[in-house]
């Protein structure tokens, strides 16, 4: 059977179906049925013999991959309107407010209630898993034990002779001594800052920081860790989401560590994917650009910069249950880019980007298909 008549098949199968359609709640298994036919033919292309593919296939399996990934963005994102124009139908026919009052919790609570409450925060959400979930495959670092093995292998033999070489291995030699490390020891700590970086711009802050306690470097992990926001399981509600720690668990002064990663990041003496690692894990978009290869990068640079700063602002009217540390005093790290006032405006910017290359991406057409989508003006581009 040929894709057209696969394609076909699809739309008979759901065509039946009083009301379907992409505005309607039954598009989930619509939606999903066509992305399961480009994954079909995407696997199909990747089965082939390598020696035979050209760069019309490489053309070919780039395309589906595309047309899977817009199917798997139009299932998420109808599946979470759906949702919300049955709860928001749901409160029509309800008393309307509770009365409760704000109740002091911790930062994850009530960074959790605004989740709930807010359904374009929770499309900004989904937004971001997809384009993380989506991103192309990486080869990562290989673990390596020894914590700069080859440097303190050069300062034993060495000493203080080799004045290009860190007399301390310790994490802030470099910078505190302006030396290097031994090459080997450096090469290996570009691949690893670089492999962190991936992890997270793919979600998977907890992969970056197994990697860092496999690799003997358990102060970057910790360092890592700063981005979790302070829960404690005794002082929140028993139905809160997410599966509760035996104990406290994360940031109780995120702002403070923001402030340091923001700092290490517009250091221009670090290495550039170091510079992107904590800011991105800060919401800073600056630094993060400059190791961005396409669209769908910058995409997730500003959506993650524009969900970070939700979190912060929510974060700082609650009513807490303590008084996070103050930053004013540490002085303001400047940043060329701003958090975005919504998704609408970082598509129009990336559509009239400064660089030719990413304006030409956002004008592709499914690039600016899936813009409508995400903006929720499907219509309109029809």
Request: proline fraction near 4%.
């Amino acid at each position: 059977m040929d894709i057209v008549a696969k394609f076909a098949a699809a739309v008979d199968a759901h065509s039946g179906r009083e009301g379907a359609g992409l505005d309607s709640d039954t598009s989930t298994p619509q939606t999903r049925a066509y992305r399961q036919v480009a994954k079909q033919q995407l696997e199909a292309l990747k089965g082939e013999a390598f020696a035979a593919r050209g760069p019309q296939d490489q053309n070919s399996e780039a395309y589906w991959k595309t047309e899977s990934n817009t199917w798997d963005l139009v299932e998420r994102l109808y599946k979470l309107r759906a949702q919300a124009l049955a709860e928001a139908q749901d409160d029509d026919m309800s008393d309307g407010d509770s009365g409760q009052e704000a109740v002091a919790t911790t930062d994850y609570a009530a960074v959790q209630e605004l989740m709930g409450r807010s359904n374009l925060l929770a499309e900004y959400m989904e937004v971001k898993r997809w384009l993380e979930e989506t991103a192309p495959e990486f080869q990562a670092v290989e673990t390596r034990k020894g914590y700069l093995f080859y440097t303190r292998r050069s300062i034993a033999r060495s000493g203080a002779r080799d004045s290009r070489i860190v007399t301390e291995a310790d994490p802030d030699a470099t910078s505190r001594q302006r030396r290097e490390l031994a090459p080997e020891d450096a090469e290996y700590s570009a691949g690893l800052v670089r492999t962190l970086y991936e992890y997270v711009r793919r979600g998977r802050v907890s992969s970056a920081i197994d990697l860092c306690v496999e690799s003997d470097e358990a102060w970057r992990a910790a360092t890592l860790k700063g981005s979790l926001v302070w829960r404690d399981p005794v002082l929140e509600p028993s139905d809160i989401p997410g599966t509760r720690p035996p104990h406290t668990a994360g940031n109780i002064n995120r702002a403070l560590w923001k402030h340091a990663c923001a700092a290490l990041a517009a250091d221009e003496a670090n290495d550039m994917f170091e510079r992107a690692l904590y800011a991105a894990l800060s919401g800073r978009i600056d630094e993060v650009a400059l190791v961005c290869e396409g669209w769908d990068d910058h995409l997730w640079a500003h959506v993650n910069a524009l969900i970070e700063a939700r979190v912060d602002r929510t974060i700082l009217d609650s009513a807490l249950l303590y008084t996070p540390a103050q930053t004013a005093a540490l002085g303001h790290v400047p940043s060329r880019y701003m958090p975005a006032r919504d998704l609408s405006q970082v598509i129009d910017a990336l559509a009239c980007h400064d660089s030719p290359a990413l304006r030409y991406a956002a004008a592709e057409p499914f690039r600016r298909l899936q813009s409508a989508i995400i903006v929720d003006k499907f219509p309109a581009y029809l």
